[in-house]
Nanobody, 124 residues
Framework: VQLQASGGGLVRPGDSLRLSCAASGRTLSRETVGWFRQAPGKERGFVAAIRYNGHTYYDDLVKGRFTISRDNAENTVYLQMDRLSPEDTADYYC???????????????????WGQGTLVTVSS
């Protein structure tokens, strides 16, 4: 499977963006899909994930502001980001795996397939 992340851009604090992670070569419906982000000078960190059964998981920093969802018909996973702040500035990556175990769903190493990053910049 190949993943294509898109939707990043330059926005102002308080604005919203929706990132997309489109898959080709295999259906995402049976996979766990996660979003991670990496800011300059920092390690890649977990943002959100959605399992094959629709259960969702969020980092505490984005809970209540970001929403992950999936459209199986479009073979795409979305990350709706609301009330963005400069601290959300980063490259955002989507990743997938069929074998992520729940206790490690926030661990990047659990994901076998990665898309390229899409840059989100929040600045006034």
């Amino acid at each position: 499977v190949q993943l294509q992340a898109s939707g990043g851009g330059l926005v102002r604090p308080g604005d919203s963006l929706r990132l997309s992670c489109a898959a080709s070569g295999r259906t995402l419906s049976r996979e766990t899909v996660g979003w991670f982000r990496q800011a300059p000078g920092k390690e890649r960190g977990f943002v959100a994930a959605i399992r094959y059964n629709g259960h969702t998981y969020y980092d505490d920093l984005v809970k209540g502001r970001f929403t992950i969802s999936r459209d199986n018909a479009e073979n795409t996973v979305y990350l709706q980001m609301d009330r963005l702040s400069p601290e959300d500035t980063a490259d955002y990556y989507c990743a997938s795996s069929r074998s992520v175990i729940l206790p490690s769903i926030r661990t990047a190493a659990q994901y076998s397939t990665w898309g390229q990053g899409t840059l989100v910049t929040v600045s006034s």
